[in-house]
């Protein structure tokens, strides 16, 4: 059964297909409740009561997994006050692919997440009561539009309140979110435009509000009291709006009232910070970003520890603020790189106002040499030599009756070709509002969009945006620029000013002969692409860009068994296409990386002494890369933190995956395969996440032998074959929800250890092939324990292998401006399959029809035919969305977005960013295609695909997993004409022309042959 199981799930990877479409029914836990489609409740006698559009609970509902999913859209769910209780599994409430829904009135508790949106819009969550949930409480993937009002989301146990994962336009408002072990609100991973106001934000571990790698987001009129690592703190994050807030008593150790770090860009108004235990206001370098270009207005900084602290951040405009007894108003650490600002808005403006100033006011004028005061000191407040308020205030800053102040994102390098959404945004600072506001976006002195804006009030803002896609190469000034209103006073900052940078596309051998030429040649931010070639190099990677090989298999950097092959000293790289082979064998490297936030991404690297290196790195992504042939390890880590290696394909190396001093990493869903020596070893490395991995055919799957390696979470991984499933010498690792399988030697402790270490996440444990107890209960765990030694036991084996649940991706790249969509209604396309290794007896699909049925914007409805083996047919309708890869409860991959180029990236439920390898001909239904195509690694799947790069369309797939090949290919379509005998269509359809006249010709002169009278036959000359 195990083996028909996985042929399906193949064959679901191969065409995208929903589980539910083809009636593979997963099996109900107890407790869980559906509110279905058509508006049903399942199981009926749920304690639900429902009424048209509003469903009321009637009682309190308990589950050991789920509580209640939600399938409907355009519904209401009253609990009544009722309680929904969870066993500290499962969601509470799942909202996935629906719109429209309220959810009120319930207090949800013990749940993994108390409320969970998956791809789910226009969603209202109204005063509930969610509380001691495992993780978050209120947690959004994907999801846009939702309005979260009044709610107590307290006391959840792990990773905050609420956070939101690239889900935008969402409101949280007048909510009470406090004691949570985490942040208060927490917004990553491109989340944009979500408003977070008037709510209390207070008591939380962690930070009230954490922005990471999140822009445009507004915090407003919050009060973000006595948290844990301070009131706001933002990480990589820019365009944010920090705005009257009151941010107070943040006093536990090292803590913040706002902290930015690596993050430009934002604007911090009005806001009351006091009593924080550290600074009020922190401007920091993270890794290779600095914090620079923020504006800093109009805050009330007293009581703190230190006013504001920067280090190696500059271009920061600072001003109007007032700094009141702060221990020590201003620091700029000058151990690090020299951090320049501006620490007023000029004259008649003035700077700040600071409590310890001790100057006189007895001149006036920009030099402060005219006779009479002015409210400014006679001479500057000093913080250093680079850092200096001209114009220190006499009296603290009292916002102003009219005041605009005008902000501007735009790029600051760009590629020929390509585009950039321009937002320049005016705010209303004063206290009136204001009309007819006249505001416009020029670009080298010419308009290219303007307005007035009929009413803009207090405290409020306005964007206005231009799609631009420059043409030449140059240096271009953008500005934007919002006209004065009447009795504006303050009016520089109407107006703002950047140069932005236009670059081509570099290729390789047409613009440059080789590589390094091209690098040395490039400007940050330019892209390089390599076309298919040996270069033999030792490249050489010191600027910002991107480096593609046009195909990886072809497209081949070759060290000719010198030296390393490739050398990354700079962040903000990617690498992608090549293969990277042949190294020196002394300490050389395929690919050597001393930097940080580099992709390397879908390469092949093979015969080097070391295949990839990271050294003092962090934030490195390693995916979808074949690392083979290491003379001593495939991937190392030398004292690097927080990288990512996944879907990595490493085998046949002496030692597969190593890491040395290095901690806060992530390994997951890796192949790693016939290593002489070790799959994963981790020495002196504390702190990593290994999971999901095929750990196959190593002489030790996983090795942590010594003692500083502890806090490492070992879980979802296939660990076979080994003869050392994992070697263990200390203590405080959490290892569970593995499959340990006929390994000689499941676990060993060296040395005779027996610390202890935890086997289990305190409900179920890992499964053990040798493992030889009963389940009497037959709840799927083992009666007794797992004896590894001592101190050491799995509390709950697994009777059979565990099996992931598919968990969306929480890192999705932002939908390109414009969506090319290649299909139209009545389009249709048939896929026919070739399969070997299925499980005999079996039926196996023959072939695929999907017809679309309608198409608007970039989603679709399409219909699924499949015709099995045993002549059954099986249909489903189902929508999908173009540009998510054909992700929305529909089909997944199916369809992408027209004309995607290598380089390029889409989104696929259940495989994440997926990137664009390559481009290709081929002849599918009958006709020679243009195919782009990628390949895709998943918990032991391997898997490519291949769209019609016009249309967008699936044209084949093929996949293997366990023992078993599947292709998929397209034989029928309407959407583009065969080629018939292998002549164009033109001259064919010429050629049938041409024929047509002949024999027409022919048989008119037959037929009037045929109907002359006799004489005329016999006297053909009369």
Known sequence: MKKVVSAMVLT??????????????????????????????????????????????????TSDTDGIVVERSNIIIDGNGHLVQGSRSGYGFTLSGVSNVTIKNTNIKGFVHGIYLNLAFYNIIFRNNITNNVCQGIRANSSSYNSILENSITKNTYDGGIRFFNSSYNAVLENEIKQNLGGGIVIVDFSSHNNVSRNNITE???????????????????????????????????NNRIVE?????????????????????????????????????????YCSDSSNNNIIFGNNVANNGNGIYLLSS??????????????????????ADPSINV?????????????????????????QNATGSDGMGDTPYIIDENNIDRYPLMNPWVQPEHELVVSMAAPSALKLGSSSSLNATVTNEGTNDETLIK????????????????????????????????????????????????DEIYVENNRVSKLCTVSATIIVPDTYPTIQAAINAANSGDTILVKEGTYYEHVVINKCITLIGEDRDRTIIDGASTGTVMNITVSKVNVTGFTIQNSGDHYDHGIYVFSSFCNITYNIVKNCRYGIKLDNSTDIIISGNTVTESSFVAVKMDGSSKNTLSRNNITSNRYGIGLDYSLDNTIAGNNITNNDE?????????????SLNNITNNRKGIGIPDYPSTNITIYGNKITNNEYGIILIGSGNKIYHNNFIDNTQQAYFMLGSTQPNVWDDGYSGNFWSDYTGVDANGDGIGDTPYIINANNKDRYPLMNPWTPSWVPPEHVTPTPPEVQVGVK???????DYTISGWPAGQPYPEWLKVEFLTVEGTNATIRVTMHMSDGTEQNATVPVDVVAGGQALGLSGFVIPANLTVGDTIFMSGYGNVTIEGETTRTYAGASRTVVYASISQYGTQLTYYWDKQTGVLVESSGTSDGMTITAKATETNMWQPELFGLDLILLYSLIIVTIVVVAAVAFLAIRRKKKPPEELENPQS
């Open 12 to 61: 679901l990877f191969l065409i995208g297909v929903l589980t539910y479409a083809f009636t593979i029914q997963l099996v109900k836990a107890s407790g869980i409740i559906y509110i279905r489609a058509d508006g049903s409740i399942d199981p009926p006698d749920t304690p639900i009561q429902r009424d048209g559009n509003i469903y009321t609970l009637t009682g309190s509902i």
């Open 204 to 238: 939380n571990t962690l930070s009230g509000v954490h922005i990471y790698n999140a822009s445009y987001n507004i915090i407003f009129e919050n009060s973000i009291d006595d948290n844990s690592n301070g009131g706001v703190e933002l990480i990589f994050a820019s």
């Open 245 to 285: 807030n009151d941010i107070t008593s943040n006093f536990r150790y090292l803590t913040n009232g706002i902290c930015l770090s690596g993050s430009s860009n934002n604007y911090i108004v009005r806001n009351n910070i006091t009593t924080s235990y550290s600074y009020g206001i922190t401007l920091v370098r």
């Open 314 to 335: 500059s271009d920061n405009s600072i001003y109007h603020n007032n700094f009141i007894d702060n221990s020590l108003q201003a620091y700029v650490n000058p151990y």
């Open 343 to 367: 620490w007023n808005d000029d004259y008649p403006f003035g700077g700040n106002y600071w409590s310890d100033y001790n100057g006189t006011d007895l001149f006036s004028g920009p030099f």
């Open 439 to 486: 505001f416009s976006l020029l670009i080298n002195g010419t308009t290219v969009n303007s307005t007035t804006i009929a009413l803009l009030q207090s405290s409020s803002s306005y964007t206005l945006k231009y799609l631009w896609t420059p043409t030449i190469e140059a240096a271009y000034n953008i500005t934007a620029y919002a006209h004065p209103v009447p």
């Open 678 to 690: 070790g799959g994963i070893g981790l020495y002196r490395s504390p702190n990593n996440v290994i």
């Open 825 to 831: 209604a009545g389009d249709w396309i048939k896929v």
